[in-house]
């Protein structure tokens, strides 16, 4: 009897433990403000994007933790914390992780390589180091850290790559308040050597950091390619510039704007990192961003955690008559999720009305349109409209500024949100197009196929889900198409 009655209580709890699974899973990625096609990790913090490479046929995502993909647009999370090894008195910071094919750093064969900055918590000295793997999962501490140390507190977010035409590893590193890229270069990623510095140049109001420098072709050319570099700015936005690079030096190209050239205009978009392909199989390179703010990151009212990813951008360089743009373009994947789909071409009546031909039941949806910019107006879009509060996204043709107001929008008080965005936004034949994302508690425009980009947090009530449209004059003409968006989760 006292056997059946020990099996009875381990049935009944391993029947509770089921339910309790059961009911975590069914509340998992359903919280309040959780994005819904946007990467966020199940609980905690996530900030910048530390390390994006594409091997062996999957995305291998790392910030302090690791998550996987196949097509990202669906994420496996494989560890919430994949660094070990460390003593109490330093933390990691931004980085970036190789492949190393030929096993120059003398840790094994195509071995999973993370170069990091170590951040002393007494002295605050920043100084950079690697951890090894074997398997992607479990990074091990190089004992021989820091392996490149300058004794500096500015010092950081190195992005680290194989330069082939040189064979050596190169290292591009923030010296942040003198606004300066430092380059490196290496045979064994253990012993560096000063090469040269860019900067500063462009927006070098505040600081630098977390930098990339990657290769594009140029209007789709395998003969004409240019280098990009990408620098995060005053802990705010992101800027970049167009040059060569010769394994030594990046040299701006001719004609360079003097003027920053931001990669995104919205308000929320940081730390962005590209994939690097150690398979050699993509066709484009990708980038993903944090979507954040430092005013107010930590400061934001999800509760399964804090932050999330952007969804994943196709980078080209394109010619324009002002000369060589970055262009940034949603992955093809993403069509993936649609459904329900609605389509309509009308002229914008005068004042604003309910879009009573696509409600969605959430903020989970895609709006791909064109206006008409032939008339002198002024008209947009109202989005996540419900219990007195909306974001707006207006467009005037006569001042060519796309203007997004998010100042009335969030169902909570949040420090320093409250605020508004523009740009200048040309037409290009005689219209304007647009293709916005929004998620639960975020909106993402993408401007002429990609040329201007506008990424913000909204954080809207459950019940702000309506869209109107809106013009003050009559004439301009508007062609829309709208998709529910699945959720990666479900």
Not at 73 to 88: E, L, N, R, S
Not at 173 to 192: C, N, R
Not at 285 to 296: E, Q
Not at 374 to 381: A, K, M
Request: hydrophobic residues 35%.
């Amino acid at each position: 009897m006292k056997n059946y009655k020990i099996l009875g209580l381990l049935l009944l709890w391993g029947l509770t433990l089921s339910v309790k699974a059961q009911l975590r899973s069914d509340s998992l990625y359903k919280e309040y403000y959780r994005p819904q096609f946007h990467f966020s990790p199940e609980k905690g913090w996530i900030g910048d994007p530390s390390g994006f490479i594409y091997y062996q046929g999957k995305y291998h995502m790392f910030w302090w933790g690791k998550v996987e993909s196949k097509d990202l647009v669906h994420y496996k999370q494989i560890t919430p914390y994949a660094m070990t090894g460390q003593d109490h008195n330093i933390s990691y910071f931004t980085g970036s992780v190789v492949i190393d094919k030929n096993n120059t750093a003398g840790f094994g064969k195509e071995a999973y390589v993370a170069a990091y900055t170590i951040f002393e918590k007494d002295s605050k000295k920043q100084a950079q180091g690697i951890s090894f793997s074997h398997d992607g999962e479990i990074f091990h501490y190089y004992e021989g850290n820091p392996i490149l140390d300058i004794w500096s507190t500015e010092f950081r977010d190195p992005t680290v790559f194989w330069y082939e035409p040189t064979q050596r590893w190169v290292m591009v590193v923030a010296k942040a308040l003198e606004k300066k890229i430092k380059f490196y270069t290496s045979p064994d990623l253990k012993e560096w050597t000063w090469m040269s510095d860019f900067g500063p140049a462009g927006d070098n109001e505040k600081s630098w950091e977390c930098p990339d420098l990657f290769q594009l072709p140029v209007d789709g050319s395998s003969k004409e390619k240019k280098w990009v570099m990408v620098v995060s700015v005053n802990w705010a936005r992101e800027q970049y510039f167009i040059g060569d690079f010769d394994g030594v030096s990046f040299k701006l190209i001719e004609n360079h704007p003097k003027e920053p050239l931001y990669v995104d205009k919205g308000l929320d978009f940081y730390a962005s990192r590209t994939f690097q392909d150690f398979d050699e199989t993509l066709e484009s390179k990708i980038s993903m961003g944090w979507v954040a703010t430092w005013d107010y990151a930590q400061l934001v009212p999800s509760k399964y955690g804090k932050g999330f990813w952007s969804i994943p951008r196709s980078l080209r360089l394109k010619t324009y008559s002002d000369g060589i743009r970055l262009t940034q373009t949603p992955i093809e994947q993403l069509q993936t999720l649609r459904y329900n789909k609605v389509s309509m071409k009308r002229t914008i009546p005068v004042g604003t009305r309910l879009l009573s031909e696509f409600v969605p039941r959430e903020n989970v949806y895609e709006l791909e349109t064109s206006f008409s910019t032939d008339i002198s107006n002024t008209f947009g879009f109202n989005l996540c409209v419900g219990e007195g509060r909306k974001v707006v996204v207006s467009y005037d043709t006569d001042s060519y500024n796309l203007v997004i107001d998010r100042t009335h929008c969030a169902d909570v008080a949040i420090p320093k949100f409250d605020r508004m965005t523009y740009a200048n936004v040309k037409p290009v034949d005689n219209k304007i197009r647009l293709r916005i994302f929004v998620d639960k508690s975020s909106i993402e425009i993408f401007a002429n196929d990609g040329r201007d980009v506008f990424t913000l947090l909204t954080y809207p009530g459950e019940a702000q889900t309506g869209i109107e449209l809106f013009a003050q004059k009559e004439g301009t003409k508007m062609e829309l198409n709208a998709w529910m968006l699945k959720s990666v989760w479900r």
